[in-house]
T-cell receptor, first 112, second 113 residues
Framework: NAGVTQTPKFRVLKTGQSMTLLCAQD?????MYWYRQDPGMGLRLIHY???????AKGEVPDGYNVSRLKKQNFLLGLESAAPSQTSVYFC???????????FGPGTRLTVL | AQSVTQLGSHVSVSEGALVLLRCNYS??????LFWYVQYPNQGLQLLLK??????LVKGINGFEAEFKKSETSFHLTKPSAHMSDAAEYFC???????????FGTGTLLAVQP
């Protein structure tokens, strides 16, 4: 049981490039989340999903898109990366709306 | 709107001393409250959570927290700090409708020998 995994672990992009971050969970959780962590700001919610095929905006959604085509996967896309998107990205999942969220190890993204 | 305030971005204690990390929250509905710990270059790990029931919550690694509604607080304590407790600690609130977590800005705990 791997829990929540994220790929890649590290990535460096140039401004304007695109990429997709993959989050996978093997716990059959309905709810999945993408957060970004910046120094002195804690974690902020980007997008979330309450089930396969559904997504919703969080606190800081601009510049990101997501998809949840399969229950176990939640993809975060950057269509045109900007330096302001340099951050550490964390994925999390929970079994239902009252349950503990389990976090992945994070993806460190640098946009030059 | 919900929010979380963690007083003190950096806290330093001596090994064996009391650890007290402060968290105050704002919520218009009964909150669910959480403390997470993050060790360097790792993801977040749940320490403890309060949903309903007993207001004193015990977590892993000897930590506990008390929900005080009148003070809108959920401070984290540990009687005796250990070197391995050095990490960043995040308080978070959720009202449960979508389980979205609102995090505080974190407190970096240093433990001096």
């Amino acid at each position: 049981n791997a829990g929540v995994t994220q790929t890649p672990k590290f990535r460096v992009l140039k401004t304007g490039q695109s990429m997709t971050l993959l989050c996978a969970q093997d716990m059959n959780h309905e709810y999945m989340y993408w957060y970004r962590q910046d120094p002195g700001m804690g974690l902020r919610l980007i997008h979330y999903s309450v089930g396969e095929g559904t997504t919703a905006k969080g606190e800081v959604p601009d510049g990101y898109n997501v998809s949840r085509l399969k229950k176990q996967n939640f993809l975060l896309g950057l269509e045109s990366a900007a330096p302001s998107q340099t951050s550490v990205y964390f994925c999390a999942s929970s079994v239902d709306r009252e349950a503990t969220q389990y976090f992945g190890p994070g993806t460190r993204l640098t946009v030059l | 709107a919900q929010s979380v305030t963690q007083l003190g971005s950096h806290v330093s204690v001596s090994e064996g001393a009391l650890v007290l990390l402060r968290c105050n929250y704002s919520s218009s509905v009964p909150p669910y409250l959480f403390w997470y710990v993050q060790y360097p270059n790792q993801g977040l790990q749940l320490l403890l959570k309060y949903t309903t029931g007993a207001t004193l919550v015990k977590g892993i690694n000897g930590f506990e927290a008390e929900f005080k509604k009148s003070e809108t607080s959920f401070h984290l304590t540990k009687p005796s700090a250990h070197m391995s407790d050095a990490a960043e600690y995040f308080c978070a609130v959720s009202h449960g409708a979508t389980n979205k977590l609102i995090f505080g800005t974190g407190t970096l705990l240093a433990v001096q020998p």
